[in-house]
């Protein structure tokens, strides 16, 4: 090489033909969708604190994450936005990651076991457009409010986020019109071919 000339090594042999399907895995999602709706397997089973067992089959995830997305649409969240996840493990917390990987959405999760400074500081620094929690939940056999932690981490903010509640309690609920909304009523007024 010390003259400016390439080696004299052989090179290899390229070949043509690739390992690549004609049919990349993206082109295949719709077909893919389409057999689960089909067939009814359950694609989710969960067990909550009190013994009830909730299960949903492919078919019914798949069209609770439309109709979630839908929803999110309607509130205003677009592709790069944020959506603050405060939920316990119940199947709206998977129906929820799957309807913001639809919209291509951040989805950030705020764990449940956070006090009420700390969701505030969490809230105040990600710019949430929406922020879905529930009502409550099952803890040691015993019902834990977690609604009211949330109205008390923004109270005092200056951005509020559109606030999904998912009901799970049988018990009052603290609310405030115009923020609070129903979980399921919004995904009861989404249409059933949602995004």
């Known amino acids: 090489m010390a003259?400016?000339?390439?080696?004299?090594?052989?090179?290899?042999?390229v070949r043509r033909k690739t390992n690549v399907p004609s049919t990349s895995r993206t082109e295949e999602l719709p077909t893919l969708a389409a057999a689960a709706r089909q067939t009814p397997r359950v694609a989710l089973r969960w067990i909550s604190e009190p013994d009830c067992e909730e299960e949903l089959t492919h078919a019914e995830l798949l069209d609770q994450a439309g109709r979630a997305a839908a929803a999110l649409t309607r509130l205003g969240v677009r592709a790069g936005d944020r959506v603050a996840v405060h939920l316990p493990l119940i199947p709206e917390s998977v129906i929820a990651t799957l309807a913001c990987g639809r919209l291509d959405v951040v989805r950030s999760t705020l764990p449940v076991g956070l006090r009420v400074h700390e969701l505030r500081d969490r809230l105040a620094g990600m710019d949430a457009k929406v922020l879905i929690t529930a009502d409550g939940d099952w803890r040691c056999g015993e019902p834990q409010s977690l609604k009211p932690l949330i109205d008390r981490a923004l109270a005092?903010?200056?951005?509020?986020?559109?606030?999904?509640?998912?009901?799970?309690?049988?018990?009052?609920?603290?609310?405030?019109?115009?923020?609070?909304?129903?979980?399921?009523?919004?995904?009861?007024?989404?249409?059933?071919?949602?995004?």
């Open 156 to 195: 005092g903010s200056t951005r509020i986020p559109k606030v999904l509640v998912v009901h799970r309690l049988a018990r009052p609920v603290s609310w405030t019109p115009g923020r609070d909304l129903w979980w399921h009523e919004q995904l009861a007024a989404a249409p059933a071919d949602a995004p």
């Open 3 to 13: 003259d400016g000339r390439l080696c004299d090594m052989p090179f290899a042999r």
